[in-house]
Each structure stands twice: as C-alpha cells, then as structure tokens.
C-alpha cells in the first residue's frame, strides 16, 4: 500500500463562499485534506505563514494578489524538509488568483519530488483546477503529476464521499 502526505494551506475565518463573505471555523481545504487522510490514511502537514494574512477577506485577496505581483515567498512557521518514505504527495490549497498562496510554493522550492506522484487539490468558489497542474510541473521536478481534484469551496462540508472515491482511486 502507498504511503501518503498532504500538504496543504487552508485559509480559516473570513471567506467567499457563494457570493458572501461568511466565517469558517474550519478553513475549506483543511476539511478536504482530513477528508483525504480518513480515506486512505494520509499523514497531513499544514502550511502556516509567521505573518499572518489580513483577517478581513478582501484584505486578505489584495494581500494575496501582491504576493504573486512581487513572486513572493512567505516564511513559514514550519518547513517540511523531507519526503522520501512518501510515495504520494497530495499539494491542496485555495485557488488565489488562479493558483495556490505563495506559501504552498514557499515550501514546494524545498522540497525533492524525484519519483513521486503528486497531485493537485484545490478548493475554489468557481476557479475548479485552475493552474494547479502546471504548477506542480514546474515546482515538483521530477515528479509525476496525477489527477486533479476540485470541490468548491461551498459544497466542502458535504464532500467527504465523492473526496474519498477520488483518494482511493488515485491514492492507492
């Protein structure tokens, strides 16, 4: 059996979810990651920046969208350094701006993906995939990159089932 890692970034309190801004005790991804981890029994390692992020959505989205402006690389509060007993990695995050927050690429750059399968996940509010594939072609090297999942950011709470298929189809 594979052995799995997500990592991922998820963004808590304030978020876009079906034309409003509403607060989430539990950020979208974070809740697909433990979606994936129940299902094939993934290790999961969240991305925190040192410098939070604006609580205010749209103070966060300008944030975020300088961030890629200045190709930014937050420092992370914690680094994973390595993942060679992973067979699969799982790289999920919130779709900013068409792509992953500059934190998902801040500990991607340090990382060696030679031989690995990755695969993209990203919660959206319409986005679906977005580049999350290419990106994982240029910031992976050496890894082989599977089949992207997409859930919108408003129907997390009830994806667990359709995440889980999606795991253990890909995952195993």
């Known amino acids: 059996m594979a052995k799995n890692l997500v990592i991922y970034y998820s963004r808590k309190g304030q978020n876009y979810v079906n034309g409003e801004i509403v607060e989430l005790e539990k950020g979208n991804t974070e809740l697909i990651a433990e979606y994936i981890q129940k299902a094939v029994g993934a290790d999961l390692f969240e991305l ?3 410098k939070e992020y604006p609580a205010d959505y749209m103070e966060c989205t300008e944030a975020a969208k300088q961030d890629l402006r200045d190709n930014a690389r937050p420092k992370l509060k914690e680094m994973l350094h390595d993942i060679s007993e992973y067979d699969n990695i799982v790289i999920a995050g919130p779709c900013w701006w068409g792509t992953y927050p500059c934190a998902v690429f801040t500990q991607l750059e340090k990382l060696n993906f030679k031989g690995k399968h990755v695969f993209p996940v990203m919660t959206h509010e319409g986005s ?4 999350s594939r290419s990106e994982l072609k240029k910031f992976c090297t050496g890894a082989k990159v599977g089949k992207a999942l997409a859930v919108q950011g408003s129907k997390c709470p009830g994806a667990e089932e359709a995440v889980a298929r999606w795991a253990e189809k890909n995952l195993k």
């Open 48 to 50: 925190e920046t040192v």
């Open 128 to 131: 679906g995939e977005a580049k």
